[in-house]
C-alpha cells in the first residue's frame, strides 16, 4: 500500500523559511519522482514541483523558482521542498504525490496535478506575522 505523508508546516513570519517533509510507503523512493503541490483558501490545487528520481526538478510554477527547492534523500525514502522568503500568499496546504504510470519521471502535463495517483494528506503552512 503506497503512502504519502508529509510534515514540516507552520506558522512562520514573512522571509521566514520552513522546509516540508514527504516520507513514501509502498514504494522505494529510487524508482519514483514526487510532486509538491499546494492549494490556498479558496483557490484550486496548484503546482510547485517535481523530483525525477534522476534529481532533475521540474518546476511547475516559475514564479516559485529560486525560492522553493525540492531535494530527495532516497536513503530515508524522503523528499523535501525547502522554501525561502516566504509571503503571505505561500499561506496553503501543501501536498506530495506520486504515480504509478509516471514511475520515475515528472508529469510535464499542462494540469499535472491529474498525473499523479499517489497523494498525502497535506501538510498547513501559514505565513503571517
Known amino acids: 500500500q503506497v503512502q504519502l505523508v508529509e510534515s514540516g508546516g507552520g506558522l512562520v513570519q514573512p522571509g521566514g523559511s520552513l522546509r516540508l517533509s514527504c516520507t513514501v510507503s509502498?514504494?522505494?523512493?529510487?524508482?519514483?519522482?514526487v510532486g509538491w503541490f499546494r492549494q490556498a483558501p479558496g483557490k484550486g490545487r496548484e503546482g510547485i514541483s517535481c523530483?525525477?528520481?534522476?534529481?532533475?526538478?521540474?518546476y511547475y510554477t516559475d514564479s516559485l523558482k529560486g525560492r522553493f527547492t525540492a531535494s530527495r534523500e532516497n536513503a530515508k525514502n524522503t523528499v523535501y521542498l525547502q522554501m525561502n522568503s516566504l509571503k503571505p500568499e505561500d499561506t496553503a496546504i501543501y501536498y506530495c504525490?506520486?504515480?504509478?504510470?509516471?514511475?520515475?519521471?515528472?508529469?510535464?502535463?499542462?494540469?499535472?496535478?491529474?498525473?499523479?495517483?499517489?497523494w498525502g494528506q497535506g501538510t498547513q503552512v501559514t505565513v503571517s506575522s
Open positions: 504525490a506520486t504515480s504509478d504510470v509516471l514511475g520515475p519521471f515528472c508529469s510535464t502535463a499542462n494540469t499535472p496535478e491529474s498525473d499523479y495517483t499517489y
Open positions: 523530483i525525477s528520481t534522476g534529481d532533475i526538478i521540474t
Open positions: 509502498g514504494f522505494t523512493l529510487d524508482y519514483v519522482a
